[in-house]
């Protein structure tokens, strides 16, 4: 059994698949404490329904951040916490937290890391004109949104899309593979090999995907499936 430490600032999405795969038997872990810096953050309500402890640290309390992140230590080890997850927590965190739990912080991210770290990457995905984002699971390690990747998911990017649907189609997919990314660890499945993470059996999948699709281009399609014939 895995003991979860979840920390949140807003609405807890993440946490609550993450609690549901739990309650659905899909996840061999519980979560021992959920701590928000936002003492207004819907996650602390989700956490209380569900019976979960919770903790609110405030920024104002602790305003050295170093110190902060001390008694976000203390609390996590208070509850016995072998995996942190970051849902949604805006602060960044310092090396006393990381070096507490190397390589056992896992964040995620709404874009395909490496590209659109930091903040409003929907906004920056669309501005950019990319045909595709998607979500990224990481380790965290002490830059902005580098560690290693655990599991991406890809999602395509239409031409009227607003920086609301988007979200909603990331946040979407970030519900199915957080947990996913949590069950890899729980089951020991994780090695982490310099900047990658990397999974024991992980399967593969053949092929890929187009946006738009080159179906589209039907002329191009065939002659091109004419070309590999001869
Ligand atoms: C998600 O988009 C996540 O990728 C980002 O913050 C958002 C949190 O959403 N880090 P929620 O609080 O889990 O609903």
Redesign the pocket.
């Known amino acids: 059994m895995t003991n979860l430490g979840v920390l949140?600032?807003?609405?807890?999405?993440?946490?609550?698949?993450i609690i549901d795969a739990i309650e659905g038997g899909l996840l061999d872990s519980k979560v021992k404490v959920v701590i928000s810096n936002n003492p207004g953050a819907f996650?602390i309500e989700r956490a209380k329904r569900h019976n979960i402890p919770t903790e609110i640290v405030s920024n104002k309390t602790f305003p050295a951040k170093e110190d902060y992140d001390r008694r976000l230590v203390e609390i996590l080890k208070e509850h016995s916490v072998d995996l942190v997850i970051?849902?949604?927590?805006?602060r960044i965190l310092t090396h006393v937290l990381i070096n507490a739990f190397p390589m056992r912080i896992m964040?995620?991210?709404?874009a395909l890391l490496p590209a659109f770290p930091g903040l409003n990457v929907q906004k920056k995905a669309l501005e950019h004109g990319v045909k595709f984002s998607g979500?990224t699971v990481h380790f965290v390690d002490e830059g902005i949104d580098t560690g290693p990747i655990i599991i991406q998911a890809v999602v395509p990017v239409y031409d009227d899309d607003t920086e609301e649907i988007l979200?909603a189609r990331?946040?979407q997919e970030?519900h199915r593979i957080y947990p996913q990314a949590v069950k890899l660890f729980a089951e020991g499945r994780l090695e982490v090999k310099g900047s990658r993470a990397i999974i024991k059996d992980s399967p593969t999948t053949e092929g890929a995907m187009e946006n738009p699709s080159v179906t589209m281009f039907k002329e191009m399609d065939e002659c091109l499936s004419k070309s590999s014939k001869k």
Request: proline share 4%.
């Open positions: 949140v600032s807003g609405n807890g999405t993440n946490l609550q698949a996650a970051l849902a949604g927590f805006m964040n995620i991210h709404p979500a979200s990331i946040l970030e």
